[in-house]
């Protein structure tokens, strides 16, 4: 009970600072407090909450499907991919309802992953680092593509939203699909044994039972959608996944049913720290989550590089 207690706290501390902190003081009396937090403050926080909890998850679920920890969304292209599908739905369809731009993005980010395994398939397993390295390359493919398409179409100012994290637009009407992220947190949680199996390979996960491409496929899937819900919303944060997963795993173990609760924690209030921070550090200007994510959890990578030969596993 004394670790869910602990980070019940954590989180509540961190939403307290968050509801106060901003350029309009809540206690100088020249605005409505229960206005602003009900507009602003409040949609910002639960923004940052979904939003991190959801990239954390997805990470896990990419870290099984290609029994790689130094993977994530955002070093394998699904973000550059989602944003891609934007483009696309943006150019062919520009009055389109936001439901319709998300789906073309989660279709767009689930292309680009498909994409990845199979580049993923032809590399030898022998060393972790290929991998994230071959994904920041293929990543990099598609980030030129869309800067291209954006460029010749005069989109630029569109790409640059979804390329630059931050919560500062983020206000009552404009973020409630990220609740969607919690219903797909409930339903990794029920399918975490299944997951679990995906990171013993194709071979001993099917000697076991398990539907090895159905649940590949519904695993990427989530994944898909909770990153063009991010994306649409917010726009990118890289490294959420990859650092939230491996320090709660090098922490707690691999016990993916026990840490997926604790790893969705961890990644919320990761990026709710984030902006906190990126609000103080120039107060009363601000710099953006992504910005300070990542910073942040690129140092967090170098380390999980020098670290890695000892807990990746093939």
Not at 69 to 85: C, D, Q, Y
Not at 139 to 156: E, H, Y
Not at 179 to 192: E, K, N, Q, S
Request: net charge positive; glycine share 12%; charged share 10%.
């Amino acid at each position: 009970m004394r670790l869910p207690l602990i980070i019940a706290l954590v989180l509540a501390a961190l939403v307290t600072a968050s509801l106060c902190i901003g350029a309009a003081s809540l206690f100088a009396g020249d605005l409505d407090a229960g206005f602003l937090i009900a507009t602003s403050r409040f949609p910002r926080t639960a923004a940052a909450l979904l939003a991190g909890m959801g990239l954390a998850l997805a990470g896990v679920v990419v870290q099984q499907s290609v029994q790689n920890r130094l993977v994530e969304p955002s070093l394998i292209g699904t973000p550059e991919s989602a944003m891609l599908g934007l483009l696309a739905i943006t150019l062919t369809w520009p009055g389109a309802p936001i439901w319709i731009k998300m789906c073309s993005g989660a279709l767009a980010a689930l292309a680009g992953m498909a994409g990845f395994l199979g580049l993923a398939r032809a590399l030898p397993r022998h060393d972790p680092m290929l991998l994230p390295i071959v994904g920041m390359i293929y990543g990099g493919i598609l980030m030129a593509v869309g800067l291209w398409l954006a460029w010749v179409t005069d989109l630029m100012q569109y790409l640059g939203t979804w390329r630059l994290s931050e919560f500062s637009g983020v206000v009552q009407g404009r973020y409630e699909l990220l609740w969607g992220i919690a219903g797909l947190a409930v339903l990794l949680y029920l399918v975490a044994d299944r997951i679990t199996l995906l990171g013993l390979g194709e071979t001993q996960a099917r000697s076991l039972g398990l539907n090895y491409g159905q649940t590949r496929a519904l695993g990427l899937g989530i994944v898909a959608t909770i990153i063009a819900l991010v994306v649409v919303t917010v726009g990118t944060l890289p490294f959420v996944g990859l650092v939230a997963s491996n320090i709660v795993s090098r922490w707690r173990g691999d016990n993916l049913r026990a840490n997926l609760p604790v790893i969705a924690a961890f990644g919320a209030g990761a990026v709710l720290s984030a902006d906190i921070l990126g609000r103080l550090i120039r107060y009363p200007y601000e710099i953006p989550a992504g910005t300070i994510f990542a910073v942040a959890g690129a140092g967090i990578f170098l380390w999980l590089l020098n670290a890695a030969p000892a807990r990746a596993h093939d």
